[in-house]
C-alpha cells in the first residue's frame, strides 16, 4: 500500500497534486504529519471550504482523529461532510454535550452506531 504524506509546510501548495495522486491509487493510505495546533485548524477549514471534494474529506476525516482540532471545527465538519467526516468527529473523545447529541441522534446509522459503541451507548 503506497503512502500519501500530508506535510503543514507543502500541503496548500501541493494539493492538487496529491488529489491526482489519491485518484489515481486503488491502494493508498494518508498519513498525517505533525502539525501544530493553529496549522492543523488551519488545514481543516482550507478543506472544509473544498465540499463535495472527496479527497478534502478524506484528509478531514484523517486529521479529525487529533484531539487538537477545535469543537467549532468539528461542528461545522459534522455539518458539511460526508460519512467517513461525521463518524470521526462522532468517534472524538472531547466532544461538548451538543455534539453528543448530535452524534447519538444523527439520522444516519452509521453515525449512531459508531458513537453507541465507543461510548456503551443502547
Request: proline share 1%.
Amino acid at each position: 500500500m503506497k503512502k500519501l504524506s500530508i506535510n503543514p509546510n507543502t500541503f496548500h501548495k501541493n494539493y492538487h497534486i496529491l488529489k491526482k495522486k489519491w485518484e489515481k491509487s486503488s491502494n493508498i493510505c494518508i498519513g498525517i504529519g505533525k502539525f501544530s495546533v493553529e496549522q492543523l485548524n488551519d488545514l481543516c477549514l482550507f478543506l472544509l471550504n473544498k465540499e463535495d471534494d472527496e479527497f478534502a474529506l478524506d484528509v478531514l476525516s484523517e486529521l479529525l482523529e487529533n484531539e487538537n482540532v477545535t469543537i467549532d471545527i468539528c461542528k461545522e465538519v459534522f455539518r458539511k461532510g460526508n460519512i467517513a467526516c461525521k463518524v470521526a468527529v462522532c468517534l472524538r473523545n472531547n466532544l461538548d454535550d451538543a455534539l453528543k447529541s448530535t452524534c447519538l441522534e444523527s439520522d444516519i446509522m452509521e453515525v449512531r452506531e459508531h458513537y453507541r459503541q465507543k461510548n456503551n451507548h443502547k
